[in-house]
């Protein structure tokens, strides 16, 4: 498995309305706008910093897994994301050396990325997504 870089840092938060005053009206972060992502239950905003970018998760649903870590834990990050070469190489990989995998496959992301999620029970308590895009 090669790792190419940190993708983005997830952070979830009650209203990206709220947090885009941080992170681009006080920050000064270009904001790319948001996008729904229907079979995950959020709405996400993108903010780029340099080769990685920060990511607004909030919840479109009461029921969604953001709204459920927002109940657990309030707003924060929530996951750190990695771009793979080849995500199915990686799960693979992964799996063979004992990773809990939460999806076993990929699925859809945000901006059109394959993705796929660790157990945190297997991270030291860090939810890992993993990426791949074609740039």
Same mark, same amino acid.
């Given at each position: 498995m090669k790792v190419l870089k940190i993708d983005h840092l997830g952070i979830a938060v009650n209203s990206i309305e709220? $947090? !885009? !005053? =941080?992170?681009?009206?006080? =920050?000064? =972060? %270009?904001?790319?706008?948001? %996008?729904?992502?229907q079979e995950q239950k959020v709405t996400t905003a993108f903010f780029p910093v340099g080769d990685s970018e920060v990511e607004l998760l909030e919840s479109t649903a009461p029921d969604g897994p953001? $709204?459920?870590?927002? %109940? !657990?834990?309030g707003e924060g990050i929530q996951h750190i994301a990695f771009r793979v070469e080849n995500l199915e190489e990686a799960l693979a990989e992964l799996k063979e050396k004992g990773i809990r995998l939460i999806d076993e496959k990929p699925r859809k992301g945000a901006g059109g990325a394959k993705i796929a999620f660790l157990h945190p029970k297997s991270t030291h308590g860090v939810l890992?997504? =993993?990426s791949e895009r074609e740039d």
């Open positions: 709220e $947090a !885009k !005053k =941080l992170f681009h009206h006080i =920050l000064g =972060l %270009e904001f790319e706008g948001t %996008e729904t992502v953001i $709204a459920r870590y927002l %109940e !657990k834990r890992i997504e =993993l």
